[in-house]
């Protein structure tokens, strides 16, 4: 039988999975907690005292933080699912975990931008008001954290390798860092 595995890389190790290059830094981040939650926002941000969600390309600070996905849906970071009951809750949201089906990227240092202008089509000045973007053709999130050298990147955890094949054939990557 054909074993059709062997035409792919292996997924790599992303406890030390590291891209380097003229600018850039690529590292996969694990252990963060996140939740998607539907309905009414202010009642959850306000129960869990979060600072306002952040859109696309916005500026997330600290440990918890919340990202516009959709008018009435927000990313939530930072907040473990033993905190916020899962499902309906009667202050009308609904909360869904999301750690597990999320993979994170962190992108850093001064070549950010010319990535972003590769793998999606917004403007960076006016990149709008949802996290919620097209990135490699992978819906994902995408915002500046703690300062404007650092991204992160949420997006499905089983579209890992795909985005992490994509990155790695950037001009900018060094390959003798891989």
Known sequence: MLDNAEKWPLEPDWSDAVLRGNGIEIRSLRGLAQLVVSGD????????????????????????????????RIAVVGVA????????????????????????LEISGKAILDLVARATRIDPRNPGPSAAIDFAGVTSSLYYHDDHETLRLH??????????????????IDESSL
């Open 81 to 104: 699912a033993s905190e916020a009951p899962l499902g309906w809750d009667s202050a009308g949201y609904a909360v869904t975990p999301m750690s597990a089906a999320l993979h994170v």
């Open 155 to 172: 997006f499905d955890r089983g579209l890992a390798s795909y985005v992490w094949t994509w990155l790695r054939t950037q001009p900018w």
């Open 41 to 72: 926002l202010e009642a959850f941000a306000e129960r869990h005292a979060l600072p306002a969600s952040i859109g696309a390309l916005g500026l997330a600070s600290g440990d918890r933080y919340t990202l516009r996905l959709a008018r009435d």
